[in-house]
């Protein structure tokens, strides 16, 4: 006669959590067969890679659940947006009109970063702080479209495959780790030395008029204020 082994409500819980992400490991599974993830990947600049040196310390704490699951949906995300990735931009023949484009697309990942952190921060003063950092990103995204306008360009709305990959891998640290601010605080820091880069990259092109070049410093001069008062809030935490 065989004996009966009872599992407790904690066993089971965890059997189920774990048939779960199992379940989302599947699904990952699928798509990188279906989709020659090695190609995509390849698509990811250098830069990125190294976004992960950080959370990979904590995910190495974490249990074989959560590893799974942060591990399926990362590359769920990292597939949909580099398929994504080459729609909905705008491209212009003009050499100056590519420059602002480029610049707006890091502008417009500044817009999403202090969104996220407003939406994340639980500290009354720092999230008063990122909602005036997301107000000032919109209107550096307005003036550029209007300079980009003038040049021939439309509309740019878009944001970086850079930008798109490092946020979701912040949501999902987050959802396997938790966030609190000095993690928000250095996402935005990291985010800023991404902006402060494409100003300067933007900067290096001569053929840019008097106008534009003024805007483009004047962004350029706010960034790097923005960017000395997030290491001092940093260093507080």
Do not use: C
């Amino acid at each position: 006669m065989k004996q009966q082994t009872a599992s407790t409500p904690g066993a089971r819980t965890a059997e189920t959590s774990h048939s779960n992400a199992a379940n989302v490991l599947d699904k990952a599974q699928q798509w990188v067969k279906e989709s020659n993830v090695g190609e995509l990947l390849d698509q990811v600049p250098s830069s990125l890679k190294n976004v992960g040196t950080k959370g990979a310390k904590s995910f190495k704490k974490l249990s074989t659940t959560q590893k799974i699951v942060g591990g399926a949906a990362l590359a769920l995300g990292v597939g949909l947006l580099i398929r994504s990735s080459s729609k909905g931009s705008n491209k212009s023949d003009s050499q100056t009109a590519t420059t602002v484009q480029e610049l707006l697309h890091f502008v417009n990942d500044r817009i999403a970063g202090y969104e996220r952190a407003v939406a994340e921060s639980e500290d009354l003063d720092l999230r008063t702080y990122y909602q005036q950092l997301v107000s000032q990103s919109q209107q550096f995204a307005a003036n550029l479209n209007t300079l980009l306008q003038r040049e021939g360009g439309a509309p740019e709305t878009g944001t970086t495959l850079k930008g798109k990959l490092y946020r979701t891998w912040m949501d999902t640290k987050a959802a396997v780790t938790g966030s609190d601010e000095k993690a928000i605080l250095n996402s935005n820091v990291y985010g800023e030395e991404w902006a402060i880069k494409a100003y300067q990259d933007a900067l290096r092109n001569h053929n840019l008029s008097s106008i534009i070049r003024q805007a483009i410093q004047h962004q350029y001069d706010t960034a790097q204020r923005t960017y000395k008062r997030l290491k001092q809030l940093e260093a507080q935490q």
